[in-house]
T-cell receptor
C-alpha cells in the first residue's frame, strides 16, 4: 500500500542547488515528520508539523526548511545543498486521534546525493 | 549518555535460534516505547509497541523495565525472513527518538 508517498525516490544534485523533497499521504493523519538517516547515525528528526499551521524544528534543522501546504502534504527544502546533506530522507505520519497517537508510518524514502 | 542506546550487532544466528536485543533509554519521563523493523534500504515499519506489563506477538516478546530504563525484544524460532535491523524507539518530551538499530542476520 502507498499511503505515504515521497518524490523523487532518488536525486543526484550539485553543491549549491536548491532541492525540494515532497511527501504526500492519504492516511488522513494530522501529524507529519521529516527524518534523515545516515549510516551509523540512525534516524534523526529534521522538522515536524502537527497541523497545517504548525511547524517545529527537530534535532538537525539547520540547512533545511519545510512547508505544510495542506494536511496531506509536507515538503522539505534544501536551499543550498551541500555534500554532507547526502543521506536517505524519510517522511512519516502519525494520527492524533488514534489509540496509538505516537505510532509513525513511514514513506519509502528519498535517496539524495549532493556532489 | 545518548538518549536511546542499542548494541549495533550484527547478531548472526542460525535458523530456529532464540535471540534477544536490549535497549536503554536516558529520559526517565519517557512515555511510549516501540520496536520497529527496517529492511535494507527500506522504510522502518512498526513491529510492536512495548507495554509495562510486557507483551507478546507470535514469536516476538517485548518487555519494559522502567526502573532500569531498559527495553528488550526476544525473537523465538528465528526465520530467515527475520533478518533486518531492529530499531528501539522511545517517546519522551519530543516526537519519537530512534536508536541506531541492531542488525540481525539469520543464517540457514
Amino acid at each position: 500500500d502507498a499511503d505515504v508517498t515521497q518524490t523523487p525516490r532518488n536525486r543526484i544534485t550539485k553543491t549549491g542547488k536548491r532541492i525540494m523533497l515532497e511527501c504526500s499521504q492519504t492516511k488522513g493523519h494530522d501529524r507529519m515528520y521529516w527524518y534523515r538517516q545516515d549510516p551509523g547515525l540512525g534516524l534523526r528528526l529534521i522538522y515536524y508539523s502537527f497541523d497545517v499551521k504548525d511547524i517545529n524544528k527537530g534535532e538537525i534543522s539547520d540547512g533545511y526548511s519545510v512547508s505544510r501546504q495542506a494536511q496531506a502534504k509536507f515538503s522539505l527544502s534544501l536551499e543550498s545543498a551541500i555534500p554532507n546533506q547526502t543521506a536517505l530522507y524519510f517522511c512519516a505520519t502519525s494520527d492524533l486521534h488514534s489509540r496509538s497517537t505516537d505510532t509513525q508510518y513511514f514513506g519509502p524514502g528519498t535517496r539524495l546525493t549532493v556532489l | 549518555r545518548k538518549e536511546v542506546e542499542q548494541d549495533p550487532g550484527p547478531f548472526n544466528v542460525p535458523e530456529g535460534a532464540t535471540v534477544a536485543f536490549n535497549c536503554t533509554y536516558s529520559n526517565s519521563a519517557s512515555q511510549s516505547f516501540f520496536w520497529y523493523r527496517q529492511d535494507c534500504r527500506k522504510e522502518p515499519k512498526l513491529l510492536m509497541s512495548v507495554y509495562s506489563s510486557g507483551n507478546e506477538d507470535g514469536r516476538f516478546t517485548a518487555q519494559l523495565n522502567r526502573a532500569s530504563q531498559y527495553i528488550s525484544l526476544l525473537i523465538r524460532d528465528s526465520k530467515l525472513s527475520d533478518s533486518a535491523t531492529y530499531l528501539c524507539v522511545v517517546k519522551g518530551n519530543t516526537p519519537l527518538v530512534f536508536g541506531k538499530g541492531t542488525r540481525l542476520s539469520v543464517i540457514a
